[in-house]
């Protein structure tokens, strides 16, 4: 009994350690977000203070309102990850289920794709989509997310995909469902969970992108990692507007995780063919 | 019910890379029969099975059920039922959603799915478990949900893959009956793969023996039990399996050691013979051919003795009130009608 307390208690001071560690950047942003921005400059550092919204009402309402901004990255977002499911599911499932000579090669290409340092692509992007005249707009940019995203999409998805047996398959079809109805009713339900993860993953990459927005976007697509630099300038940095636009663009990220969350546990839960879950 | 499905496999080929799982498999099925496909693993039983449900391709030959050729179909396309060894039941759905699955597949109205659903599940004794998921339920009881969700279309030909290997030892048995009774009850052909010959023995009408991608014998267990083709499926068949001792044959006698045994038959020429016996067919006494005891196995109700016999081993069943101390020299008899005769060289039984 004393054993597992202390145990239990050292696990949970780590978890704690590192919680914290990770955290009180957060946490201080937030804190930030709420002072004015004389508060924000004083030394020792006040922990207690008079909240105010004013930071928040410049950053919505202000002259240099990121609402258009959230709005960019959403279109980003949204695009690139539907497009990605739209392509990467079907192409998961026949990697899976298809036995493709080129199935063991694309394992090492998806890594290549993301091992890849992004700054190197930069200028060969930005040329491309200069010659096609796709710079600054959401189709230009949103395809260079696809080059990043569907690879690893389709990787993630194949191995959802192969853990399903082909048993599940074959008893469906001898159920006369036929392939489509087949991969609707008995398969993508099954991999709910991976799909859900692999949504998680392209959202979070998509929302938090910056070089390829910065560089590639202009004056129409600004999503808001690039708008943040709008509080920065040469005069002055807006702390607290700065730290109000931080929160509000972790905003819609962790509410995606939190209804993630739940279809990821199902996902995992669920289980194969015999005794879901009881194993 | 009508009775349809017969099926026949006329050279039935199959190639994996380089092996030939499949040598030219032919069988024909009679309907209404309960016909088991046994053999050890490997021997192409299952593959034989999926075959006929269309779930994996061949090289040569034809599948016929009922007279029409459908080698070239679906699955879907052959009205054939199938239960999987790992029951393959959807788990996202309830066990009503399984069964009525098959039924949903071809729109049935829900009146009619209701209906038959709930007549499935009272069949196998799982109608108070229909709202539950696959995952909530015992091996039993998914097995029967497999079941269900099998017959609920009312199939011409039911395909089962060992369906009760992964029960337990005293489930198995009395699932055995149940599903017997159960095709009987349904009047449907059904083919099961099984490599446990009790199991085939007990259950089905008749039987084809595999191996390595043939099919050695065709017959009722009866048959293929008393007058096994060979030595392969002689010592395949058997729990524990038949004797194998060399012996001497020459015109109607049979020698051992020296010891002679009359036969029925004259079989002509001297030759070199392997003799089989069943263990159940020795008797242990004070005159015969003289073997020592090596070994006692109680098994409650009957006894296995391990024997030594010159330089062969022979293991005999023996009565549960048997009393035999290990090192004892006993002697061995037979009768001449218990005996079979095979070729060492071919593995062959020995025709006059």
Redesign the interface.
Known sequence: MKRSFARRFALAASAGMLLSVWGFPVLWALLTSFKTERDVLAYPPKIVFEPTLAAYRDVLFGASSIVPNLVSSIVLSLGATFLTLLVAVPAGYALARLELPAKRASGFYVLATQMLPPVGLIIPYYLVLQKVGLLDTYVGLIVIYLTFSLPFAIWLLVSYFEDI?R??E?????????RF?TLW??IL??V?GGIAVTTVFIFLNAWNEFLFAVVLGGNRVRPVTVAMFNFISVEQTRWASLAAGAMIAMGPVMLLGLIAQKHIVKGLT?????????R | MSRGGSVSLRNIVKRHGSLTVLKGVDLDIRPGEFFALLGPSGSGKTTTLRIL???ESHDAGNVILDGRDVTGS???ERD???V?Q???????MSVYENIA??LR??KTPNSEIDRAVRESASRVKIAHLLER???QLS?GQ?QRCALA?AIVRKPRLFLLDEPLS?LDAKLRLETRVELRKLQRALDVTAVYVTHDQEEAMTIADRLAVFMEGNIVQVGTPDEVFRRPVSIEVATFLGNPPMNLIPARLAGREVAIDGHRLQLEIDYGVEREVLLGVQPSRIDVGAEGIPAQVDLVEHLGDSVIVDLELGTTRVRAKLPERTRLSEGANVHLRFDASDVHLFDPQTGQRVTA
């Open positions: 047996p048993e599940m074959e008893a469906a079809l001898l159920d006369r469902a036929g109805r009713y008995v339900p099954q709910r669920v289980g194969a063919v015999k005794g879901g879950g009881r | 449900a269309g779930l679906e699955p879907g054939v039922a199938m999987f790992s029951y393959a039941l959807y788990p996202h699955f098959p597949m071809v998921r696959p995952g091996g998914q969700r992964n």
